[in-house]
Each structure stands twice: as C-alpha cells, then as structure tokens.
C-alpha cells in the first residue's frame, strides 16, 4: 500500500522559496511507472494541479506555474520534491503530492501541508 | 480544451439520487477521475476508470461518460456523503491534468 507524506516550512515569505517533500513508501517512486503529482488547494477554494515528474527524469508543469517550479526526485531516499520561487500571497494554499495511478487517476494522496506566504 | 466545468451547488434530499456532472472537450478521449474531499480533509477516489470503485468505497457511488460529459451518481444519498467533489483527466494534449472547480453536495 503506497503511502504518501508531505514536509516542509509552514511560513515562507513573500518573494523567497517554497520548499516541500513528498516522502513515499510502499513503492519505489524511481522504478515505479507512475507519475508523481504535485497538486495545491488555496483556502476555501477548489484544486489546481501544479506538475508532476516521471521516474526522475522527465517532468511537466502547469503552464501557469512554469516560470517558477521545480520538480526534482531523491532516488536514495524515495522522495520528491516540489520549489516554487517568488511566491506571493496568491501561493498560499495546502499542499498535496499525489500518485498519477495506473488508472490515469491520482490513486493515493498525501494529507496535505498549509503552507502560508506572510512577512 | 483546458477546461473541466462543474456545477458549484447541488443538493440532495437523503436517501434520493443526485448526479453531479464534469464537462470538457478531453472527455472525448479521456476517462474522468472523481475525489470525495470533505472538510480539512485530502481528496479520496472514487471513481476511475470511468465506471470503477477503488476498494472500501460504497456501491451506491457510479459513474458513467456520455460524449464530453463525465458523470457521478449517488444511488441513495447518505448524510456522510456531503463534501466537494473534483473531477479531473488529462487535457486533449494529453501532458497536463486538469481539475474541475468542483461541486458542493448537500444533502438536506
């Protein structure tokens, strides 16, 4: 059963870096023929998916979030992670890494991280 | 398309059947996905596949496509059933994903 956990600061301040991880067991993200999805969810409002990557090579982003995200995936510690840089107030939101499943259906979630852009 | 489009509200009267509807042009060459998100809580699946339930999710949840729109039916709404509901798939490219704006259940 694929597990799926998010870390990283819950404070970033506007015009730094927003950093997180998706730590994941029960799979091996780096073999695993799956895509790894970064998704976010400002408050109170719906999902918007931010980009995903694919055994650590290949990567897609949000054409609306490009400029400013990177995916990347530590194969030695079977997790990925997500930067976004020159976040505003408009970044903040909860953040959930997913698993793009086998049934072209983001299968498994993690429980989310609010991560917050204030001074 | 890069466009998923859902109702904002739909109501429900507890024990009825409701359908909540995802309409897109890459419904045409994709299958939906549907996720049961309640308050403070991650979305969950509940259909793939077009028609298919992960397990540990009831039987009164189906769903079904006709053309470029996706459906989700409860048979029988229960009270738990109330939360927001997102479709998505890929776009008709195929390299991005899409999320509906999602739906607000209420059963009265």
């Known amino acids: 059963q694929v597990q799926m956990q998010e870390s990283g600061p819950g404070l970033v301040k506007p015009s730094g870096t927003l950093s997180l991880t998706c730590t994941v067991s029960g799979v091996s993200i780096s073999s695993s023929s799956n895509w790894w999805t970064w998704v976010r969810q400002p408050p109170g409002k719906g999902l918007e998916w931010i980009g995903e990557?694919?055994?650590?090579?290949?990567?897609t982003y949000s054409p609306s979030l490009q400029s400013r995200v990177i995916i990347s995936m530590d194969k030695s510690k079977n997790h990925f992670s997500l930067r976004l840089t020159s976040v505003t107030a408009a970044d903040t939101a909860v953040y959930y890494c997913?698993?793009?499943?086998?049934?072209?259906?983001?299968?498994?979630w993690g429980q989310g991280t609010l991560v917050t852009v204030s001074s | 398309s890069s466009e998923l489009t859902q109702d904002p509200d739909v109501s429900v009267a507890l024990g009825q059947t409701v359908r909540i509807t995802c309409q897109g042009d890459s419904l045409r060459s994709y299958y939906a996905g549907w996720y049961q998100q309640k308050p403070g809580q991650a979305p969950i699946l509940v259909i793939f596949?077009?028609?298919m339930r992960p397990s540990g999710i009831p039987d009164r949840f189906s769903g079904s496509t006709s053309g470029n729109t996706a459906s989700l039916t409860i048979t029988g709404a229960q009270a738990e059933d109330e939360a927001d509901y997102y479709c998505n798939s890929r776009d008709s490219s195929g390299k991005y994903l899409l999320f509906g704006g999602g739906t607000k259940l209420t059963v009265l």
């Open positions: 596949n077009k028609d």
């Open positions: 997913a698993r793009w499943g086998d049934y072209e259906t983001l299968d498994s």
């Open positions: 990557i694919y055994q650590g090579t290949d990567t």
